[in-house]
Every structure is written in structure tokens, then in C-alpha cells.
T-cell receptor
Framework: GEQVEQLPSILRVQERSSASINCTYENSASNYFPWYKQEPGENPKLIIDIRSNMERKQIQGLIVLLDKKAKRFSLHITDTQPADSAMYFCAASVGATGGNNKLTFGQGTVLSVIP | GPKVLQIPSHQIIDMGQMVTLNCDPVSNHLYFYWYKQILGQQMEFLVNFYNGKVMEKSKLFKDQFSVERPDGSYFTLKIQPTALEDSAVYFC?????????????FGAGTRLSVL
């Protein structure tokens, strides 16, 4: 199976600074790495993802990095705002044709952006 | 964006009773999933379902669990009988296609409390 470790579990940053969350995985066959943001009482929402054929992806202020050799991937939020405060989950899955979308999640990071 | 609806948001039942959790997936999606999240921990895969059949299930998907989607209505998770350790938030998800790189859309979860 797959195991995903996520750190830190709690992250507090000042508004407009950057925040970084790191995840490691065990299964070298994992090739899809999505990040989900979950606000209290809401559903987890996909905010960005990266596939194994890439090392870096950016969508506006979100950057994800993937180091396949180290089996490590990370989310960087630049210029944080209070609205970024939420729980963030990383995940990994093995899948191409015939894959089963069985996402393995990290333990989650509670991000608090202090005004 | 696409929405997955879960009903009810909170269910309280006595141990040994039966419970059915309901999920209304995204309308054109074909693949459906249940994940379990114990308080403070990550979401864990329970089962995925396609074309009326369970495709894969984890060891968390006990014999007391069953899933179905009769005639395109709600995708349901039934637990009969319930046990204290079934208390958790259950998230439903759906995706358009299978394959590990397809986006899963999650519902807001049903918090199940077994007394």
C-alpha cells in the first residue's frame, strides 16, 4: 500500500509571508499528488495537483514541488492571506490506465494566517 | 464547481442499530467512493464503486458495511450493525473517470456518532 506523512500538523504564519507544507510517500509507483483545502464544516476541495512527469507547478500563489527521487512533495503558499486559513491535506495515488483513484492522504496541516 | 451532497450532515444512533449514509454525487460522474475520517486523523479509503459493483475495498470496510446505488439514486453506505468504533466523519466522493489522475470531488461529510 501507500503511506503519506505530512508535516507540520500546525502552522501559524503572519499575513503576507509564505507557508510551506511537506509530504513524503513510500510507494515509488505513486504518480499523482493532489492537495486539498478543507474549511471547517466544508468539503475538501482540490486546490492544485501535480503529476509525476513534472517537478514544479504553479497556480497563482500556490506552488507545488515534486522530488521523485526523495519521494517528497510540498505545497508553498506565497503572500498568505487570512482566507488561506484552513486544513490542508496532501495525497498520493498510483494510477494510469486502470488505476483506481485510491488516494492515500496525509494527516493534515492546520494553517492559521495571522493578520 | 461540481458538488457532491451528503445527507444527513450529522447522525446520532445507538450501538447495534443500522444506519444509512446518503450521497448525491456529481450528476455525470461514474465512480463513487467512501472515505472515513476519525477526529484529528487523515481521511482513509474505504471503498470505490462503479457500474453497480464494488471495485476495491480496504480492510476498514468491514463485513457490516455495504454500498449500493439503486437505479441512479443516492449512493449509500449502510452499516449494520453499528459499533462504537464506527464513530467518524464519512466522506463521499465521485469522479468522472477512473485512473489515479482523475479529480475526486468530495462532499462535506456525514458525522456519525454511535453511542
Amino acid at each position: 500500500g501507500e503511506q503519506v506523512e505530512q508535516l507540520p500538523s500546525i502552522l501559524r504564519v503572519q499575513e503576507r509571508s509564505s507557508a510551506s507544507i511537506n509530504c513524503t510517500y513510500e510507494n515509488s509507483a505513486s504518480n499523482y499528488f493532489p492537495w486539498y483545502k478543507q474549511e471547517p464544516g466544508e468539503n475538501p476541495k482540490l486546490i492544485i495537483d501535480i503529476r509525476s512527469n513534472m517537478e514544479r507547478k504553479q497556480i497563482q500563489g500556490l506552488i507545488v514541488l515534486l522530488d521523485k527521487k526523495a519521494k517528497r512533495f510540498s505545497l508553498h503558499i506565497t503572500d498568505t492571506q487570512p482566507a488561506d486559513s484552513a486544513m490542508y491535506f496532501c495525497a498520493a495515488s498510483v494510477g494510469a490506465t486502470g488505476g483506481n483513484n485510491k488516494l492515500t492522504f496525509g494527516q493534515g496541516t492546520v494553517l492559521s494566517v495571522i493578520p | 464547481g461540481p458538488k457532491v451532497l451528503q445527507i444527513p450532515s450529522h447522525q446520532i444512533i445507538d450501538m447495534g442499530q443500522m444506519v444509512t449514509l446518503n450521497c448525491d454525487p456529481v450528476s455525470n460522474h461514474l465512480y463513487f467512493y467512501w472515505y472515513k475520517q476519525i477526529l484529528g486523523q487523515q481521511m482513509e479509503f474505504l471503498v470505490n464503486f462503479y457500474n453497480g459493483k464494488v471495485m476495491e475495498k480496504s480492510k476498514l470496510f468491514k463485513d457490516q458495511f455495504s454500498v449500493e446505488r439503486p437505479d441512479g439514486s443516492y449512493f449509500t453506505l449502510k452499516i449494520q450493525p453499528t459499533a462504537l468504533e464506527d464513530s467518524a466523519v464519512y466522506f463521499c466522493a465521485s469522479s468522472l473517470e477512473l485512473g489515479g489522475q482523475n479529480t475526486l470531488y468530495f462532499g462535506a461529510g456525514t458525522r456519525l456518532s454511535v453511542l
